[in-house]
T-cell receptor
Framework: DVKVTQSSRYLVKRTGEKVFLECVQD?????MFWYRQDPGLGLRLIYF???????EKGDIPEGYSVSREKKERFSLILESASTNQTSMYLC?????????????FGPGTRLTVT | GENVEQHPSTLSVQEGDSAVIKCTYS??????FPWYKQELGKGPQLIID?????GEKKDQRIAVTLNKTAKHFSLHITETQPEDSAVYFC??????????????FGTGTRLTIIP
């Protein structure tokens, strides 16, 4: 089974702090994604990556950056956390080589910025 | 870019009845339409998907229909059971060729099955 793990289930940070959210997948997937989930807004794509050291902006990249130094790991960085970044963050991975289009999601990190 | 609208936002049905969730999309180039189910405390999980060359697909109690002309697709759950209670998301994509793996999600439907 594909497994996508996220470093924390719950995180509380202060305004202005630098925040790192880590995601690791164990299926050698090329593609990795970061979403945020907010009530009434669904899942919105922040950044995604097709390969190591590659990154593409999603629909809401402002205030975020990402890093992918190894194929299995994709990090989301909040350079200076703000209260409007309080949200559930979901990581996902997928692979073209399998021929399937499915994205596999981690359990999410609920981030609270105070 | 793509815009996906999903209705209703909440849905309650009696156990054993059917549930229908509807989505519309805006990008005529979209050709892949998955549905994800998110149970409490978990990430979304794919339950069924349909590609634009097919009008309907069924997997046991769940089915998805697609109307390309009208740009809408629907999820149908028959003989609902308590374990169907969850949040359901529709999504649309231009497909899984390089550069097109992005999914645009709807806003979600919270389905509650009443015993």
């Amino acid at each position: 089974d594909v497994k996508v793990t996220q470093s924390s289930r719950y995180l509380v940070k202060r305004t202005g702090e630098k925040v790192f959210l880590e995601c690791v997948q164990d299926m050698d997937h090329e593609n990795m994604f970061w979403y945020r989930q907010d009530p009434g807004l669904g899942l919105r794509l922040i950044y995604f990556s097709y390969d190591v050291k590659m990154k593409e902006k999603g629909d809401i990249p402002e205030g975020y950056s990402v890093s992918r130094e190894k194929k299995e790991r994709f990090s989301l960085i909040l350079e200076s956390a703000s209260t409007n970044q309080t949200s559930m963050y979901l990581c996902a991975s997928s692979s073209l080589s399998s021929g399937a289009y499915e994205q596999y999601f981690g359990p999410g990190t609920r981030l609270t910025v105070t | 870019g793509e815009n996906v609208e999903q209705h209703p936002s909440t849905l309650s049905v009696q156990e054993g009845d059917s549930a229908v969730i509807k989505c519309t999309y805006s990008d005529s180039a979209s050709n892949y339409f998955p549905w994800y189910k998110q149970e409490l405390g978990k990430g979304p999980q794919l339950i069924i998907d349909i590609r634009s060359n097919v009008g309907e697909k069924k997997d046991q109690r769940i089915a998805v229909t697609l109307n390309k002309t009208a740009k809408h697709f629907s999820l149908h759950i028959t003989e609902t059971q308590p374990e169907d209670s969850a949040v359901y998301f529709c999504a649309a994509s231009r497909g899984a060729s390089f550069g097109n793996e992005k999914l645009t999600f709807g806003t979600g439907t919270r389905l509650t099955i009443i015993p």
